[in-house]
């Protein structure tokens, strides 16, 4: 209420609202960023995979999230509250993964994966829903970069001590 | 006509000189000379009482009890009291709380949200004298958060960024010092005591970290950081960044104080008269380059 009084009399005041509210002290944002865009809404760039490897990035848009209501104790929260969140997408069609990845998904999670080629993740970890969207999708992450990672060769030194070792 | 008392006075006001130290005075009897110890009843023992150490003015130090083990060493000194002056206290106030009182009427979504206005709710007690230093968003409630606001808090963990970032609000974190704090909870009060409004700052070294982390969206991050930020968040918590470029309310969520600022539209230095409705800005050049005024 006071906040309405006090902008009816500072736009009487024209010319001193406007000056104040352009107040910038020494230590604005303008001064300890000099070289910044300034723009908290500036648009960023999606990071852009080099077709082989995954960069982390999951289209929230191209999921088909799901709720439910979660198992186990808890009473009348855990009967009407819809915190277990379903995650799925079409394998194949899926864009963000690169081609070569889709096989070793399909090796390593035999039991995620539907008749139809859906990939499917659920959680119920935590009592929000919102939390056990980001366990899911935290989940799907480490699955693809489990299927991405690749050993490092072995170094000559290693086979060699392999080698003694064996003929010892 | 005849003049009245009123126009007397102000006649005075408008003809006496300034007000300084040579034409001031304490009120009658406020000062009173001291009473020596003389005579039959001020003499003998001059105040200092009969025999013992305090007439021999041995005194025992303070807090001792004679011997026995005295209040101040009964308890033992535990690591978790170190500092314990030194910390600050934030007022918890859920994300469920915030809806509730949008929902009702109490906070405007449609003007930024900031200390100032949850205080004007009069719901909560915020008291700068005991260490509380502003408030605190916790995530009870952020399933069914749905409002689209500009929140200024002093606190707020990465969930609670994340449902209000995600219905296309802006969250920041900005310190307030104990003296900007006392003006920011009772603007009426401070109002009236004609104090120039105080330039908030800066925060100790151990919050200048935290209050300049993109990730904690603090009040002294790079918005540009804070835009990258936003999106890993996004990432991480499974939705999509609501477009603000074409929002009509997009002003009004950009908006944000300056760090100096203690108020919206208002610069440090000025005095507000509630009763003559005006706003005084200092002209001083002196004043000026202490509040920092271009």
Redesign the interface.
């Given at each position: 209420m006071l906040r309405r009084r006090l902008i009816n009399w500072i736009s009487q005041n024209g010319r001193y609202f406007t000056s104040a509210s352009k107040y910038k002290s020494s230590i604005c944002l303008e001064n300890i960023y000099p070289g910044s865009s300034l723009n908290i809404l500036r648009s960023v760039q999606k990071p852009a995979g080099d077709g082989t490897n995954f960069t982390g990035y999951v289209p929230i848009e191209q999921l088909k999230v799901s709720y439910s209501m979660a198992s186990g104790p808890g009473g009348q929260n855990v009967n009407k509250v819809a915190t277990k969140v379903d995650v799925r997408f079409h394998l194949k069609n899926a864009q963000w993964i690169p081609e070569a990845l889709k096989e070793k998904i399909l090796e390593q999670n035999p039991n995620r994966i539907t008749k139809d080629g859906y990939f499917v993740m659920k959680s119920d970890l935590t009592r929000s829903q919102q939390l056990n969207l980001a366990d899911a999708l935290e989940k799907i992450r480490t699955v693809i970069k489990a299927a991405a990672f690749v050993p490092a060769p072995v170094t000559e030194e290693t086979l060699e001590k392999i080698r003694k070792r064996s003929s010892a | 006509m005849t003049s009245s008392g009123v126009d007397k006075a102000l006649s005075l006001v408008r003809n006496l000189p300034r007000i300084s130290f040579n034409n001031l005075r304490d009120s009658v009897g406020k000062r009173k000379p001291r009473e020596r110890c003389r005579g039959r009843y001020g003499g003998k023992t001059h105040g200092c009482g009969q025999k013992g150490s305090e007439q021999r003015q041995a005194y025992m130090r303070l807090g001792h009890e004679g011997g026995q083990t005295p209040f101040y060493m009964r308890f033992s000194k535990e690591p978790y009291y170190k500092g314990w002056h030194l910390q600050r206290e934030y007022l918890p106030i859920s994300l469920h709380r915030i809806q509730m009182l949008i929902d009702t009427g109490r906070l405007n979504p449609e003007?930024p949200i900031d200390v100032?206005?949850i205080c004007?709710t009069k719901l909560f007690k915020l008291d700068p004298r005991k260490k509380q230093y502003g408030f605190q968003i916790t995530?009870e409630g952020?399933?069914c958060f749905d409002a689209k606001i500009n929140l200024e808090v002093q606190y707020a963990p990465e969930?609670v960024i994340?449902?209000v970032e995600?219905n296309g609000g802006?969250i920041t974190t900005a310190f307030y010092d104990v003296m900007s704090l006392q003006a920011a909870v009772d603007?009426?009060a401070f109002f009236k005591r004609g104090v120039p409004i105080p330039?908030r700052m800066?925060p100790p070294h151990d919050a200048l970290v935290q209050y300049s982390d993109p990730k904690q969206r603090g009040y002294?991050a790079?918005?540009?950081k804070?835009?990258?930020e936003?999106?890993i968040l996004?990432?991480?918590?499974?939705?999509?960044l609501p477009e603000?470029?074409q929002d009509p309310l997009?002003d009004m969520l950009?908006r944000r104080k300056?760090?100096?600022?203690v108020f919206?539209?208002?610069?440090?230095g000025?005095f507000?008269s509630l009763r003559d409705?005006?706003?005084f800005?200092p002209k001083d050049e002196e004043l000026k380059r202490f509040y920092?005024?271009?």
């Open positions: - | 003007e100032t206005q004007n995530d952020a399933d969930h994340a449902a995600k802006i603007p009426e330039k800066l002294l790079d918005p540009d804070i835009a990258e936003r999106f996004s990432q991480k918590y499974g939705y999509e603000l470029s997009k950009l300056d760090p100096r600022q919206y539209g208002l610069m440090p000025c507000v409705k005006k706003v800005a920092e005024i271009n």
